[in-house]
């Protein structure tokens, strides 16, 4: 059956649509020997000879979706020209073949969770602005903000000139460091705008010393550590699924605790089980808010041996 060039290049886990839309643009795919620039152009996946940059593209794989912990000092893309180590890399280390990709950017200097699939129609929605699908941020800024600052970053900030939309920002947690008082901030958030909670301190005047990424829509698991990934449980891509169609009534999975006691024993990058720590890990941040819920999730099952988190 006929469908469109993109959709099929993204079931095939060859890119995301909007990447694959990119692809058809830059004319790099061809259908039974011609080359195409349309985006509305259909072909038969079964049928059509089908190729990007000269490779036939197979039928559409299993779909595999990934949760990683990024640790900082990674790239969150396929590759980077100033050759710095990327998220896939750490995939590749940990016996990850298939073509996957990010959903959503976490910053070179961030860390936390991410997610990483390919399957594209659902990368796409969760992507999509108009989902608002949360993001909760745990986020050490330089200074203690006052009331007046936190109700700016509530209420939304002007950055490039364009208002943030409303956002739950609560301080959980004061420190004294050396250099002076730090605070801790819990950030929930429903854009994906580059470097946003970042610039939104600085806007404040209180600079992000570290973030730390805890939740996204439905999914938290406390206990991952930076480096290791693990592949979602069935009932966890079902409430993606819920939140990419706008259904955010199951908010949020298993928090805190429980999130880490249901979640799946660590794996290094050999695949040999190493099970978490109930310590977190050096200089991982902390709050005592947890998320807001309004029905409680399903616990993750166990999975086999070769579904458990591994170590990139």
Same mark, same amino acid.
């Given at each position: 059956?006929?469908?469109?060039?993109?959709?099929?290049?993204?079931?095939?886990?060859?890119?995301?649509?909007?990447?694959?839309?990119?692809?058809?643009?830059?004319?790099?795919?061809?259908?039974? @020997?011609?080359?195409?620039?349309?985006?509305?152009?259909?072909?038969?996946?079964?049928?059509?000879?089908?190729?990007?940059?000269?490779?036939?593209?197979?039928?559409?794989?299993?779909?595999?979706?990934?949760?990683?912990?990024?640790?900082?000092?990674?790239? %969150?893309?396929?590759?980077?020209?100033?050759?710095?180590? %990327?998220?896939?890399?750490?995939?590749?280390?940990?016996?990850?073949?298939?073509?996957?990709?990010?959903?959503?950017?976490?910053?070179?200097?961030?860390?936390?969770?991410?997610?990483?699939?390919?399957? $594209?129609? *659902?990368?796409?929605?969760?992507?999509?602005?108009?989902?608002?699908?949360?993001?909760?941020?745990?986020?050490?800024?330089?200074?203690?903000?006052? $009331?007046?600052?936190?109700?700016?970053?509530?209420? @939304?900030?002007?950055?490039?000139?364009?208002?943030?939309?409303?956002?739950?920002?609560?301080? %959980?947690?004061?420190?004294?460091?050396?250099? $002076?008082?730090?605070?801790? *901030?819990?950030?929930?958030?429903?854009? $994906?705008?580059?470097?946003?909670?970042?610039?939104?301190?600085?806007?404040?005047?209180?600079?992000?010393?570290?973030?730390?990424?805890?939740?996204?829509?439905?999914?938290?698991?406390?206990?991952?550590?930076?480096?290791?990934?693990?592949?979602?449980?069935?009932?966890?891509?079902?409430? *993606?699924?819920?939140?990419?169609?706008?259904?955010?009534?199951?908010?949020?999975?298993?928090?805190?605790?429980?999130?880490?006691?249901?979640?799946?024993?660590?794996?290094?990058?050999? @695949?040999?089980?190493?099970?978490?720590?109930?310590?977190?890990?050096? @200089?991982?941040?902390?709050? %005592?808010?947890?998320?807001?819920?309004?029905?409680?999730?399903?616990?993750?099952?166990?999975?086999?041996?070769?579904?458990?988190?591994?170590?990139?």
């Amino acid at each position: 059956m006929a469908e469109r060039l993109q959709k099929i290049l993204s079931a095939a886990g060859i890119a995301s649509r909007r990447t694959a839309e990119t692809l058809i643009a830059q004319g790099r795919v061809t259908v039974n @020997g011609g080359t195409v620039t349309a985006l509305g152009t259909k072909a038969d996946p079964d049928a059509d000879d089908i190729r990007v940059d000269g490779r036939r593209v197979k039928g559409a794989q299993r779909r595999r979706y990934i949760l990683l912990y990024k640790p900082r000092g990674y790239i %969150t893309t396929r590759s980077d020209p100033q050759s710095r180590p %990327t998220v896939i890399d750490l995939l590749a280390k940990g016996g990850v073949k298939e073509y996957v990709y990010p959903v959503g950017r976490l910053d070179y200097d961030s860390e936390g969770l991410l997610l990483v699939t390919s399957d $594209g129609d *659902l990368a796409a929605h969760l992507t999509h602005p108009r989902h608002g699908i949360e993001r909760e941020y745990e986020v050490r800024v330089k200074g203690v903000p006052d $009331g007046h600052d936190l109700d700016r970053l509530s209420r @939304g900030i002007s950055l490039e000139g364009r208002r943030t939309a409303p956002a739950v920002v609560e301080m %959980t947690k004061v420190i004294e460091a050396e250099s $002076g008082p730090q605070a801790l *901030l819990s950030f929930v958030i429903r854009e $994906g705008r580059n470097r946003q909670v970042r610039n939104m301190c600085d806007a404040i005047g209180h600079p992000v010393v570290r973030l730390r990424r805890r939740r996204i829509g439905p999914i938290i698991d406390e206990h991952i550590r930076p480096g290791e990934f693990r592949d979602l449980t069935e009932r966890e891509v079902a409430l *993606l699924r819920k939140f990419s169609a706008g259904d955010s009534r199951s908010l949020p999975a298993k928090t805190g605790r429980q999130a880490s006691e249901s979640a799946p024993p660590a794996h290094n990058s050999r @695949g040999v089980a190493s099970g978490f720590s109930r310590k977190a890990a050096p @200089g991982a941040l902390r709050t %005592t808010t947890a998320p807001p819920r309004t029905e409680r999730a399903a616990r993750p099952r166990r999975s086999r041996e070769d579904d458990r988190p591994r170590r990139g």
